[in-house]
C-alpha cells in the first residue's frame, strides 16, 4: 500500500541551527510530493511542492526540499531555524489515482 | 479570495445530539476533501468530491457520519448521533483541479461531552 513516513515525531532546535526533517514514501511511479505546515490552531498551509524537473525545490519561508528517488525520500531543510518556525510539519504524497496521503507529522520546538 | 471558510469555529455539544459542519471552498475550486485530526490517528481524510460527487467515502467512522455537496459552493459533514470520540478538528480543503495542492480552512473544533 502506499504509504508516507515521517519517523521524527518531535523535533527541538535551537533557533539559528540548521533543521532536516525526514520523509519517506513508500515505492511506486514518481508521486506528487508536497510538504505542509500547521501553526496551533491554523489549518495547513503549503510550504512545497515536487513535481517533476528539478530535484530540489523551494519554497516559502526559506525552506527547501530534495527529492531523492532512490532513497524514496523527500527530506525538508532550512538551513537557519526562526523561533516563528516552530510548528508542526506534514509530508503529503498524491498517488496516481488522485489520493493524497499525509505523514503523521513532526512537531518542531525552537529553542531560544 | 477569502480562503476556505469553515464554520463553526468551535462546537460544544452533549453526546447523542446531532452536529453539523459547514464549509465553503474558494470558488472555482472543483475538489473538496474533509479531514478529521486527532491526537492519536493524526490527520485521517473522511471523504473527498470532485465536481460535487463523492469519489472516496473509505475513510467516513460509520454510519453516523454523512457528507453532502450539494452545489459547488458549499459542503456539509453531519454527525448524528454524535459520541464523546467524535471530539476532533475537522478541516475542510479544497483544490483548483483534481490533482495538486490542497488549501485548508482553518478547521472546526468539535468537542462531544
Known amino acids: 500500500a502506499q504509504s508516507v513516513t515521517q519517523p521524527d515525531i518531535h523535533i527541538t532546535v535551537s533557533e539559528g541551527a540548521s533543521l532536516e526533517l525526514r ?9 506528487y510530493l508536497f510538504w505542509y505546515v500547521q501553526s496551533p490552531g491554523q489549518g495547513l498551509q503549503l510550504l512545497l511542492k515536487y513535481f517533476s524537473g ?4 523551494q519554497g516559502i519561508k526559506g525552506f527547501e526540499a530534495e527529492f531523492k528517488r ?3 525520500s523527500f527530506n525538508l531543510r532550512k538551513p537557519s531555524v526562526h523561533w516563528s518556525d516552530a510548528a508542526e ?3 503529503e504524497r498524491e498517488g496516481s489515482q488522485g489520493n493524497l496521503i499525509f505523514g503523521k507529522g513532526t512537531k518542531l520546538s525552537v529553542k531560544p | 479570495d477569502a480562503g476556505v471558510i469553515q464554520s463553526p469555529r468551535h462546537e460544544v455539544t452533549e453526546m447523542g ?4 459542519l459547514r464549509c465553503k471552498p474558494i470558488s472555482g475550486h472543483n475538489s473538496l476533501f474533509w479531514y478529521r485530526q486527532t491526537m492519536m490517528r493524526g490527520l485521517e ?3 473527498y468530491f470532485n465536481n460535487n460527487v463523492p469519489i472516496d467515502d473509505s475513510g467516513m467512522p460509520e454510519d453516523r457520519f454523512s457528507a453532502k455537496m450539494p452545489n459547488a459552493s458549499f459542503s456539509t459533514l453531519k454527525i448524528q448521533p454524535s459520541e464523546p470520540r467524535d471530539s476532533a478538528v475537522y478541516f475542510c480543503a479544497s483544490r483548483p483541479t ?3 495542492e490542497l488549501f485548508f480552512g482553518e478547521g472546526s473544533r468539535l468537542t462531544v461531552l
Do not use: R
Open chain 1, 70 to 72: 532512490s532513497q524514496s
Open chain 2, 45 to 47: 481524510l473522511l471523504i
Open chain 2, 17 to 20: 445530539q446531532e452536529v453539523t
Open chain 1, 54 to 57: 528539478d530535484t530540489l525545490v
Open chain 1, 89 to 91: 510539519y506534514f509530508c
Open chain 2, 98 to 100: 483534481n490533482t495538486g
Open chain 1, 23 to 31: 520523509c519517506n514514501y513508500s515505492y511506486g511511479a514518481t508521486p
